[in-house]
């Protein structure tokens, strides 16, 4: 139990996958936010597909205590920080997949991303996976990208 709560706590500090790890703390994340925008990339074009519009104003809960997204909600939610090293070497093949590989903030050194997990289900699969950039959180799907901004930081 205490392994678990040392793996899984609410403030966890990062996780190195590759080169060293300079994520930021995951208290400074916690927030209400807000998605801001949605892009899609579409025959060689960044755009925003008029039923991804919907979207545009969702809410989003990033809390220690509560977190949702959609129809993703957890009141016992736990987080995790992980890196991964940009892949920018010729013949290098990137696993991940994260939102650089479809042309997104390829300026990065490492990805910085946040699994979120329900304690109340299981601790051995996420429920979702976000990745932290320059205080935004962003949701990446093959060639779509939800872009979420803090309304409010919570204390």
Do not use: H
Not at 27 to 53: L, M, R
Not at 84 to 99: A, C, I, Q, W
Not at 116 to 134: G, H, Q
Request: proline letters at 5%.
């Amino acid at each position: 139990i205490i392994l678990l709560a040392i793996l899984f706590c609410s403030g966890c500090a990062a996780a190195n996958e590759g080169e060293s790890c300079n994520a930021p703390d995951i208290k400074d994340y916690y927030a209400n936010y807000i998605i801001f925008d949605v892009v899609s990339y579409v025959e060689g074009k960044y755009i925003t597909k008029p039923e991804d519009k919907k979207w545009i104003g969702e809410k989003v809960i990033f809390q220690s205590r509560k977190f949702k997204l959609g129809d993703i909600i957890s009141t016992d939610p736990a987080y995790k920080v992980k890196c991964y090293k940009l892949y920018l070497e010729e013949g290098e093949v990137d696993p991940y997949r994260f939102s650089n590989f479809y042309g997104f903030a390829t300026d990065r050194k490492t990805i910085d991303v946040v699994e979120v997990y329900d304690k109340t289900k299981s601790l051995d699969r996420y429920v979702m996976r976000l990745e932290m950039v320059n205080g935004e959180l962003w949701e990446s799907y093959p060639f779509k990208l939800y872009k979420m901004k803090p309304e409010t930081a919570i204390p």
